[in-house]
């Protein structure tokens, strides 16, 4: 349980996820408030609190002399038509960077197709990703999309997939999957555009090349696996400095200092180029360069990830590699749509994994070193 939010409040997430992980089904007895304010060590106001407003909520029920009961929050089963389906949408962020054009994508193609959206962010932050399953799954939900929060930090709500599994809720990934999850899953040939990034410079004859990548979701481990393999087939020793690797905590001090450090070298060592992690970082880094009286392309190549709004934002138009946005959205939808439609039926779905090709989009930061 969270430690930054009142005890009644946290109780109240560890009784959702009670229900959501199908520990306690419709009415089932809890244990007393006594007994739940002994093993969380909380007192029984707080215990009653967090009852109560379960209550309110009609997530719970009492019976007097009996005790608290699991309501029966279950959905009818739905019809093999997409009225009144109910769709959830589980991202990491909502309205930063690429993830409102990939929300923009789901929302038309819900839109087009009749079907509610309950919409949940983790901000990256895998306590926040078990609060959006179990708040999702005591919701009548007939299917589910979600990007995984921190994918190459492993599964600590493995529990809510096997309850989605266990009430038979079809659910889609995006951008990553877990490695211990079995589902479909839309997402980008990070390695490949690792690997284009890298050797899109290393063909304009750049040798000291900086990589920096966020390594705590898979899209930055294969991105790094992609920047390394171009140098080992293009027979460049990778000077493991130039290698710099971050996690989502660390993204607004780490990677800009140590790449300032690296800046601040001679001349004759100081790197001719960089590929990030994704346009974001690359904005970020312009300053750093120009503090240095540096030039893009002139004196520094930048490559970015994504082709964002970002990438076009400045002054130096990015050389980036492309990610598929709005269209993994409507196609997230479409696969999903299908799963539900098939369980409706009886039958199984005929869905596969989308893979897509990131290109690379040439504009005007980068050029042979000189």
């Not at 901000?123 to 190459?152: C, F, H, V, W, Y």
């Not at 590929?275 to 880094?285: F, Q, R």
Request: with cysteine; glycine share 6%.
């Amino acid at each position: 349980m969270s430690e930054n939010e009142p005890k009644y409040k946290q109780l109240k997430q560890e009784i959702m996820s009670w229900i959501a992980s199908a520990q306690f089904g419709p009415h089932d007895r809890l244990p007393s408030e006594n007994e739940v304010a002994v093993r969380f060590s909380m007192s029984r106001q707080t215990v009653r609190q967090a009852f109560g407003e379960l209550e309110q909520e009609g997530y719970l029920y009492r019976l007097q002399g009996k005790g608290t009961f699991v309501s029966n929050g279950q959905a009818p089963e739905r019809s093999s038509s997409s009225h009144g389906i109910t769709v959830g949408l589980i991202t990491t962020y909502i309205s930063d960077y690429i993830f409102p054009t990939i929300v923009r994508g789901v929302e038309s193609a819900l839109r087009a197709s009749g079907t509610r959206l309950l919409l949940a962010s983790t901000d990256n932050e895998k306590e926040k990703e078990r609060e959006s399953l179990a708040s999702m799954l005591i919701q009548p939900l007939d299917g589910l999309l979600i990007e995984p929060t921190k994918s190459a930090e492993g599964n600590p709500n493995y529990k809510f997939f096997l309850a989605l599994e266990a009430k038979g809720i079809p659910y889609v990934m995006m951008n990553e999957r877990y490695s211990d999850v079995d589902a479909p899953c839309l997402k980008l040939d990070d390695e490949a555009g690792g690997y284009g990034a890298a050797d899109h410079l290393i063909q304009l004859g750049h040798r000291k090349i900086v990589g920096l990548f966020k390594t705590d979701d898979y899209q930055g481990v294969h991105r790094m696996r992609g920047f390394r393999r171009a140098h080992r087939e293009h027979q460049l020793v990778l000077d493991p400095e130039c290698l710099i690797c971050y996690t989502t905590e660390e993204k607004e001090h780490k990677p800009q200092q140590l790449f300032a450090a690296l800046l601040d070298q001679e001349d004759t060592v100081r790197p001719t180029a960089v590929v990030c992690y994704n346009d974001e970082l690359a904005v970020k880094l312009l300053d750093i360069i120009r503090s240095r009286q540096l030039e893009i392309p002139a004196h520094i190549s930048i490559v970015g990830f994504d082709d964002s709004n970002l990438a076009v934002a400045t002054e130096v138009k990015l050389t980036t590699m492309t990610h598929p946005k709005s269209d993994m959205g409507e196609r997230a939808v479409k696969m999903l749509l299908e799963m539900i439609e098939a369980r409706a039926e009886g039958r199984r779905p005929s869905v596969s994994d989308v893979i897509y090709e990131p290109e690379l989009v040439l504009r005007e930061s980068t050029r042979r070193p000189l």
